[in-house]
């Protein structure tokens, strides 16, 4: 529901600003307003699972994901739509950064892998058929259709979560030194360091100039808040990010792999779609289904990918993963003004079905260097390093590729391209673009030293659960190896 929610909002964005007489850019708030609040609330909602049970705040993000989302299907106007999409986006957020934690706490810890690539199945899924389903909905039942299509889909959530959780399968474990208390300070300080830092990156560049005063403030506030943010992790005795998670190096380089990693992949999904079609001509029906190639082939590995990583650990797929993606990368480096199919689609299935055999088994080493009783906050540590780096991958290619332009005498914006392009034009982007993905070859090439260095297989860490219910738990604790 979430990955479809975010595919199905960009395709409605055009619709949404004619119908309520606005422009493009600003519309565009709508998406970054539910952007930056999914990366604000991650945190805070993995925190809220973990000390107060994940069941009953998981059951909680899907109402307010559902009552956000009428409230922004009956919305006015522009500004009425933006708020109730940041309040969705708190909904959302608790579902990412719960979701995973699920999973991962109700099969035993020799399944994790094969319980993550199936995550990774669906998410995958879910990007696939986002867009598509988009622009269904908007062509026969106009834009806020995007939005009320939600709440069935919620209360569908609220009822299986009701019927089929088990609370005693992840209750929240607390730590000796821990009461129950909520890090509120630690909330407000990671909040407003994301928020300025994103906000800085989504507008550097092109937009007001990296090195301009407001951007250059951002920067300067969202380092001040980081640090102030650390500091109190470290002082407090519940703090919201344990920061002796980034103490083991299998969490540490795992996380940071995933991040660079991301950073490379977001430039595909950005900038291919202006290759497509304004390059290559595609229509945008016909552009959709040859991006679909790539969600695919990671729909089909990351599977396959998480049931390895459970038999022979994780090293050998993030290393087989990472180097099979960079091919990928490095085989996009090749296009021109007439590529053929033959060549988009086979980089496509090739970065994707690498990136989903990394990614599930870098997932599962992640979280099994993770303590159970943190398990929220490391499954919504992993969502936030996604969401993160996407939007610096984006904020880089895009700066690369009209650099390029801007260098051949052009203007610095992609939506030249769009205005009757020229010959000129779209060799100048296509140059850009080239130059996009040998970098992006370059950060998998890293993400593989990444994995190399990662470290070999852990015994998973287990936690003794409080034994309340005789049937359930003590087969969970045996299955689980301990």
């Not at 344990?242 to 490379?264: I, P």
């Not at 969502?383 to 690369?400: D, E, Y």
């Not at 287990?462 to 309340?468: G, I, N």
């Amino acid at each position: 529901m979430m990955v479809v929610d975010h595919g199905s909002l960009n395709i409605a964005l055009p619709t949404i600003a004619d119908k309520l007489d606005t422009d493009l850019p600003t519309v565009q708030w709508v998406a970054l307003g539910y952007a930056l609040g999914i990366s604000a609330f991650l945190l805070p909602a993995g925190r809220l699972a973990d000390v107060f049970g994940r069941k009953n705040i998981y059951i909680w993000g899907f109402i307010l994901f559902g009552l956000a989302s009428a409230a922004a299907g009956a919305a006015p106007n522009l500004w009425t739509l933006i708020f109730f999409k940041v309040l969705s986006a708190v909904g959302s957020a608790i579902i990412m950064a719960n979701g995973m934690a699920i999973l991962i706490s109700v099969f035993p810890s020799n399944e994790r892998g094969k319980a993550i690539g199936t995550h990774m199945a669906f998410v995958g899924s879910g990007s696939i058929f986002g867009p598509a389903l988009g622009g269904i909905l908007v062509d026969s039942l106009g834009w806020r259709s995007v939005f009320f299509v939600n709440v069935p889909l919620a209360v569908l959530g609220v009822v299986a979560a009701i019927v089929i959780l088990n609370a005693r399968r992840f209750p929240h474990i607390l730590e000796e030194n821990e009461t129950g208390r909520f890090d509120w300070m630690g909330a407000g300080l990671s909040a407003g360091a994301l928020i300025m830092f994103l906000l800085a990156v989504t507008n550097g560049g092109h937009r007001i100039g990296w090195l301009s005063a407001p951007i250059s403030l951002a920067f300067v506030i969202a380092a001040v808040l980081l640090v102030l943010f650390v500091r109190r992790e470290g002082s407090t005795s519940t703090p919201m990010l344990h920061l002796d998670l980034f103490k083991n190096r299998t969490f540490t380089l795992g996380a940071l792999a995933a991040f660079v990693a991301f950073m490379s992949t977001s430039s595909i999904f950005f900038l291919m779609p202006f290759y497509l079609q304004e390059v290559l001509g595609y229509v945008p029906r016909e552009a959709g289904l040859i991006m679909i190639s790539s969600a695919a082939s990671m729909v089909i590995t990351g599977p396959i990918s998480g049931r390895f990583a459970d038999r022979f650990g994780w090293r050998p797929l993030t290393i087989t993963g990472a180097g099979i993606s960079a091919i990928g990368m490095l085989l996009l480096t090749r296009l021109s003004l007439n590529s053929g199919l033959v060549l988009v689609i086979s980089a496509l299935i090739c970065h994707g079905g690498g990136g989903g055999i990394f990614h599930a088994a870098n997932h599962t080493s992640i979280m099994t260097a993770a303590d159970p009783r943190r398990f929220g906050v490391a499954s919504a540590f992993i969502n936030l390093n996604r969401n993160t780096a996407s939007t610096v991958g984006q904020a880089i290619a895009v700066a690369i590729a009209v650099a390029t332009m801007a260098s051949l005498g052009f203007a610095p914006r992609l939506d030249v391209i769009a205005e009757g392009g020229t010959v000129g034009i779209a060799g100048a982007f296509t140059m850009g673009l080239r130059n996009v993905y040998y970098v992006a070859t370059g950060l998998m090439l890293l993400v593989l030293g990444l994995a190399v260095f990662q470290g070999k297989r852990l015994q998973p860490i287990e936690v003794a659960l409080p034994v309340e219910d005789p049937v359930v738990s003590p087969p969970l604790v045996e299955k689980g190896g301990s």
